[in-house]
C-alpha cells in the first residue's frame, strides 16, 4: 500500500503541468459520487447494526462522554479532528457563489457525512474489535471494490485541490512582494485563473513523498494533517474576526462575539491536537516554520531595498536644470525603465546616464505595481502621466494588477503596443482636459490618468504581424561600470500602425506621430541588476538576514526579467549596489 500510494503521488506531481482541464469534468461527479456512496453506506450500517444510533445526535452525551473520561476525553478530541475535514471536497465548490456553497453544505454535504458517522458508530458498537479500519470494515464484500475506487480518486480530487490553494496562495504571496520570484505557469486553454507553479510543485513532490515513504502510518500522518488542519481553521477564524472590525467595520463587539463564539471551540480542538506533536503533528509545524522565515526574509529585504530607493530618487529640480535633451545624447527609439517607485525618477537612471551618457528619444518609467484587491479591470490597469516639460518626451506608466490577477497575454509585444495606445490615449486627453498646447507645457508633477477608461481607447490604431525585422538583434546588456557599451537596437514582429491621424491638436499629433516613429525603432526594457548588503555597523542579525538568508534566496530565485516576461533581446540591465 504504501508502495501503490507513492506512484500515485508521483502520478500527481508530474501530472500538474498538464493542468487539469483535460479531467476537470469528472471532479464534480467523483465528488457527488463520493458523497452518495459513503451516505448510502451509514444508512445500510444503521438499518443493520443498530437503529437506536440516532438517539447518539442529542447533546446530553457529550456531557457524559466527559464527565466520565475526564481528561482523557479531552485528550481524544485531536482524533476526532479528522471528521470535520470530511468537507474538503468543497474545495473544488469555491468557482460558485457563497450561497450556492452554503445550500450545498448544509442541504448535502453535511447530511451525507453525518449519515456516514452515524452509520460506523453504529458498526462499531456490535464490532468494536475493528475499530483500527472501521470504515472499510463496515463496507459489505459485494461493494468494497467499487467504493475503494471511488476513495482513491475522491482522494486525488481532494489532492487536486490542496494543490490548486496551495500554487494559489504562492502566487498571491509572491504578487503581495512576501515570497520569492517564482515561475508561474499558465495558458490559455486551462480553466480560468488555473496556474502551475513548477518549483512549489517538485518541493510538495519531495515533501510529500518523504511523509508518506518515513513515517509508513497513517496514524502519524493523521495526527500531522489534523494538526494542520485546525491551525488553519483557527487562523481563518481570527483574521475572520480583524476583517470583520477593520474591513468590514461591523463593530468591535461583532468581531469579539464572532472570535469568542467560534474560536472557544477551535481552541478547544487546537491543544487537543497539539498534545500529538511528538506523534508525526511536529511536521507541518516544522516545515510552516521554515516557509514564514522564508517570506519574512524576502519581505524584509525588499522593504529595506525599497526604502532605499524611495530615499536615494532623484529631485524633479535636478531633471529640469539638464535641459530637453537631459544632458546626453537622444537617439531614436524608445526606453523603458522598470522601477518599483510609483513617483520620482529612481536612482537607476542617473546610473545608467553616468556609464553610458546616450539614451532613447522617448522615455517611460514603467512601475507594476499589485494593489490589495483580488482583480483590476482592464479599463483600470493603466495609469500614466507625464514628467516634466512636453518636450523632455518623459513619462510615467503603473501598471496595476489584483493579486489574483493572471496575465494570459502569450506575447510579448502585447504589453508594448499597449503601453504605446495608453501613452497616445493621455497625450489626446492631456489636452482635450485643458493642458497646455504648446510643446514646453506639461504637469511638471506628473498627475496620472486612468486611460483605458476612454471609450475610443486603441481606435486610432492598427496592429499588424511582420516577418522582417527592423534594426538588429542584440543579446542583453549588463551595464556595471563600463562606459564603452552601446546602445541596442531590436527586431520587431509586430507593428502597431496608427490609422486615424486626424486630431484638432496639431502639437498632440506631432507628439503622437514622434512617439509611433520611436516605436518603429524599437523598445529596449532597463532594469536594475542588483547586489544587497547590510551596513557594516549594523546588528549581527540584520547583517545574517541580508548578508547570508536574503542573498541566497535572491540568487536562487527566477531574475526580474524574468519574473516580468521581459525579452532578453531588447534587455539592458544595470548593476546597482545597495547598502541597506
Known sequence: MVALAGVLLLSLFVL???????????????????????????????????????????????????????????????????????????????????????????????????????????????????????????????????????????????????????????????????????????KS??????????????????????????????????????????????????????????VW????????????????????????????????????????????????????????????????????????????????VRVPGIGLIYTHLANGVPATFS???TNLPAFYQIIVFVCDKTVPVPFVPQKERYLVGRIGPKSYRMYRCIVQNGYKDVNENENEYDFENALIMSIAEFIQLEAEGGGSGTPDGGSIGGRLAVVKSSENFGKRFGISKSNGFEGTSSSSLNITSSKSAT??????????????????DSFVKEEVMRLMEAKKFGVAYVIGHSNSKAKWNSPFLKRFLINIVYSFLRKNCRAPSIALSIPQTSLIEVGMNYTL
Open 16 to 186: 500538474q503541468y498538464q493542468g487539469t482541464h483535460k479531467v476537470a469534468f469528472i471532479f464534480s461527479p467523483v465528488v457527488l459520487l463520493w458523497l452518495l456512496s459513503i451516505a448510502a453506506l451509514g444508512v445500510y450500517n444503521i438499518m443493520h447494526w443498530n437503529p437506536r444510533i440516532y438517539e447518539a445526535l442529542s447533546p446530553i452525551y457529550i456531557y457524559r462522554f466527559f464527565r466520565l473520561t475526564g481528561i482523557d476525553g479531552w485528550i481524544s478530541l485531536g482524533g476526532a479532528l479528522l471528521c470535520i475535514t470530511g468537507n474538503m471536497p468543497l474545495c473544488y465548490m469555491l468557482i460558485f457563489s457563497g450561497i450556492i456553497i452554503q445550500v450545498a453544505f448544509c442541504f448535502f454535504v453535511y447530511p451525507c457525512l453525518v449519515l456516514q458517522y452515524m452509520g460506523q458508530a453504529a458498526f462499531l458498537s456490535k464490532n468494536f474489535s475493528a475499530i483500527s479500519l472501521s470504515f472499510y470494515a463496515s463496507v459489505p464484500d459485494a461493494v468494497f471494490w467499487p467504493v475503494l475506487v471511488i476513495a482513491i480518486l475522491a482522494t486525488v480530487v481532494v489532492s487536486q485541490a490542496v494543490l490548486s490553494a496551495t500554487f494559489s496562495t504562492v502566487k498571491q504571496c509572491h504578487a503581495l512582494g512576501c515570497f520569492p520570484r517564482v515561475k508561474i505557469v499558465h
Open 189 to 246: 486553454k486551462w480553466i480560468d485563473r488555473q496556474i502551475y507553479v513548477p518549483e512549489i510543485n517538485w518541493i510538495l513532490m519531495v515533501l510529500c513523498s518523504a511523509v508518506t515513504l518515513g513515517s509508513q502510518d497513517t496514524t502519524r500522518i493523521g495526527n500531522a494533517y489534523g494538526i494542520a488542519s485546525m491551525t488553519l481553521i483557527f487562523i481563518t477564524t481570527s483574521l475572520i474576526s480583524l476583517s470583520i472590525y477593520f
Open 249 to 328: 467595520h461591523k463593530g468591535l463587539a461583532l468581531a469579539l462575539s464572532f472570535f469568542i463564539l467560534f474560536g472557544t471551540i477551535e481552541l478547544t480542538f487546537l491543544f487537543s491536537s497539539y498534545i500529538r506533536i511528538l506523534q508525526g503533528g511536529w511536521v507541518p509545524l516544522l516545515l510552516s516554520s521554515i516557509f514564514l522565515f522564508t517570506m519574512f526574509v524576502w519581505h524584509y529585504g525588499s522593504r529595506k531595498k525599497y526604502l532605499y530607493d524611495q530615499n536615494h530618487k532623484l529631485p524633479m529640480k535636478w531633471i529640469l536644470t539638464l535641459g530637453s535633451d537631459l544632458g546626453i
Open 351 to 353: 546610473h545608467f546616464l
Open 487 to 504: 546602445l541596442v537596437k531590436f527586431k520587431t514582429r509586430v507593428q502597431l500602425t496608427l490609422v486615424d491621424t486626424r486630431y484638432k
